[in-house]
């Protein structure tokens, strides 16, 4: 049987990138975290910009639990599109529906990264947590439980990850051919 968290390669790095705050094998947190997932304990899932929340129940209760991300402002998110659109592989990808596995080093030429990368202290790398339950580390199993139902929902809808980010999930298409021409246009030499 497959693992249903992180069927992609953007899912797994999704609750992978709690290893960025703490979160390293082997640890019991992963464990319990994973047994809540599957028996349905997160309900409530949310992903909006800079934000993942839900609730989820164990033996002690039910939990608000929240991962938080910062998200790329307006003008950052323009400088990426026009990268990625400026990539052949990386427009293919996104045409076809799926993250292309180059996104990353694309958007890192321009500052960007969409998911936590383990050892970077970049401000947009760090993930921030919280949960009310006694655990008072950044990780708990309640966190870990949110993270694997976000990475496999995620895996189904790759623009959730965009979102997580801020940017644009709408006309993807329209967008990538908008930053294509503007570059272009600015490559132009002025007679």
């Known amino acids: 049987m497959s693992d249903p968290y992180g069927r992609t390669w953007w899912g797994r790095k999704w609750w992978r990138a709690l290893e960025t705050i703490g979160l390293n094998y082997p640890d019991q947190r992963i464990v319990r975290g994973r047994a809540l997932a599957g028996h349905g304990s997160v309900t409530g899932l949310a992903i909006e910009p800079g934000l ?12 608000d639990a929240q991962i938080a991300i910062p998200v790329y402002n307006a003008s950052a998110w323009a400088a990426g599109m026009t990268a990625l659109s400026l990539s052949p592989s990386c427009v293919a990808g996104l045409l076809a529906g799926r993250l292309p596995k180059r996104i990353d080093d ?70 990538l051919r908008a930053a294509r021409l503007a570059s272009m246009e600015a490559a132009q030499p002025v007679a």
Request: net charge neutral.
């Open 52 to 63: 993942v929340s839900g609730r989820v129940a164990d033996a002690n209760g039910a939990f």
């Open 106 to 175: 694309v958007l890192a030429e321009t500052g960007m990264r969409l998911l936590p990368k383990k050892f970077v202290t970049e401000d947009h790398n760090r993930i921030t947590t919280s949960c009310g339950c006694a655990d008072a580390r950044e990780v708990c199993a309640h966190i870990m439980a949110l993270a694997l139902v976000s990475a496999a929902r995620m895996d189904d809808d790759p623009w959730l990850v965009l979102l997580l980010r801020g940017g644009p999930t709408r006309d993807l298409a329209g967008r």
